[in-house]
């Protein structure tokens, strides 16, 4: 079954520095999310992609974050200056389309610790 | 504001026991609805969902939940618990129209207890 990845699966960094999380949706997918978890509780919307092009961003989505595809493949969200409160699960997520009762396909996440 | 609520932090049940995790939402429309379970140190899993038709869908595991337009819920039930449901789930809502978001409650722990 295809499956989401996500990479690295742990990063450690320093507050103030960039961070790039990656991640590889399903091939046919052209949907994209991002979410993030502190301390397995409540899952936080943070930004929607389709057709190269934010789709939807929360509040938490600020000046900080950029997400891109970079190529047909990877998904990335880009952190450029950490606060120890970005330490969290980061997930990524996508469906098909975006239309339609599709559910979300998760990746494992990476975790976030900002020191 | 339109949102998903799961009143309980935490459920526990004696294994063999029935099991019910409670979901009820705020959105307008007939918004497509679903139930993920996660696993520690996991990503979330599709369970099940619910777009039209029956208000008892089957999902994985066993599990089913049960749509109530009027109550606007979306319990998640299944008949015998096992030990190994243990784990937090989430109930999660996305409207038919005007966004591709999905919006998530706030999970709920299960605990299945041998």
Redesign the interface.
């Known amino acids: 079954e295809p499956e989401?990845t996500q990479t690295p699966s742990h990063q450690v960094t320093q507050m103030g520095q960039e961070v790039i999380l990656r991640c590889v949706p399903i091939s046919n997918h052209l949907?994209f999310?991002w979410?993030r978890q502190i301390l397995?509780?409540?899952?936080e919307?943070l930004v929607?992609f389709?057709n190269n092009e934010i789709?939807?961003k929360s509040e938490i989505f600020d000046d900080q974050f950029s997400v891109e595809r970079p190529d047909g493949s990877n998904f990335t969200l880009k952190i450029r200056s950490t606060k120890l409160e970005d330490s969290a699960m980061y997930?990524c997520?996508s469906?098909p389309a975006?239309?339609g009762?599709f559910?979300?396909?998760?990746?494992?996440?990476t975790r976030l610790t900002v020191t | 504001a339109q949102s998903v609520a799961q009143p309980e932090d935490q459920v526990n049940v004696a294994e063999g026991n029935p099991l019910t995790v409670k979901c009820t939402y705020s959105v307008s429309g007939n918004p497509?609805l679903?139930w993920?379970v996660q696993y520690?140190?996991?990503?979330?899993?599709?369970l099940l969902?619910y777009?039209t038709g029956d208000n008892l869908v089957k999902g994985s595991y066993g599990f089913e939940a049960e749509f109530n337009k009027s109550q606007t819920s979306f319990h998640l039930k299944k008949p015998s618990a096992l030990v190994s449901d243990s784990a937090?789930y989430?109930c999660?809502v996305?409207p038919t129209s005007g966004?591709?978001?999905?919006?998530?409650?706030?999970?709920t722990r299960l605990k299945v207890l041998a």
């Open positions: 989401v949907y999310y979410y397995g509780q409540k899952v919307f929607s389709y789709s939807e997930f997520a469906i975006g239309g009762p559910e979300q396909y998760f990746g494992p996440g | 497509y679903f993920y520690p140190n996991r990503g979330l899993q599709f969902k777009i937090l989430f999660a996305r966004t591709y978001k999905y919006i998530f409650g706030t999970g």
